[in-house]
């Protein structure tokens, strides 16, 4: 089986984080010349890198990390191509309605923009990528969809300090992935979707090894 990995690599030397977040740090605390064995210490924040948001992220009293059915985060995904929209463009309702037939209760949506392309580069460029507006966070809790993942750090505008997808779409009882990558690698599929975060108990959320494959092989 052919394997598509879907997260960037925890790199302290090459990441995208947004001003003002932890930086990710990894540091020896012993090595094999010295001590007979390597160990390190890593410290980062929960939303670095290839990441899931629970709800406790923008909800007072919603699901954290440990509490999110792990059944919700592996299965069918829709990907759906947006590599025409430019920076700070909007993804709307309109734009994606054309696949609601496609969309039910168990599929995990997708959304392909490109942006990866820009991770870990030097410049604005990542940070200025396109968003959703709310009223699809909407429309996909009431066509049963509440995992989706994209390929940018945010649904929502980054920098702006509005939150209006988040908090509609984790406040429903979804879950958002972000800083996904190689999307356009599952191109011609019927992927199916490993999402699944580290276990780290009462987080607002936590990085994602996201695999991918095709389920007809």
């Not at 066509?143 to 779409?169: A, W």
Request: hydrophobic share 40%.
């Amino acid at each position: 089986m052919d394997l598509v990995d879907l997260s960037h690599p925890l790199d302290p030397e090459r990441m995208s984080i947004p001003p003002g977040l932890p930086q990710l740090i990894s540091c020896p605390i012993a090595t094999v010349p010295k001590d007979g064995f390597s160990m390190h210490t890593v410290s980062f924040g929960s939303h670095t890198g290839t990441h899931i948001d629970a709800p406790s992220h923008f909800i007072a009293d919603g699901k954290s990390i440990d509490q999110i059915p792990l059944a919700a985060l592996v299965g069918v995904a829709l990907v759906l191509d947006f590599t025409h929209k430019g920076p700070k463009e909007v993804i709307t309702w309109e734009d994606l309605s054309p696949y609601a037939d496609q969309m039910q209760h168990g599929i995990i949506v997708l959304l392909h923009t490109g942006w990866s392309r820009y991770w870990a580069k030097e410049g604005k460029e990542y940070f200025e990528h396109p968003h959703v507006e709310p009223l699809a966070a909407r429309k996909l809790l009431e066509l049963g969809i509440i995992v989706i993942g994209l390929d940018v750090p945010n649904p929502d505008v980054t920098g702006s300090g509005d939150h209006p997808f988040h908090e509609i779409f984790l406040g429903g009882g979804g879950y958002i992935v972000e800083n996904l990558t190689n999307l356009e690698k599952l191109k011609g599929m019927k992927p199916m979707v490993n999402l699944l975060p580290i276990n780290i108990v009462g987080s607002d959320g936590a990085p994602v090894r996201g695999i991918a494959w095709d389920e007809f092989e």
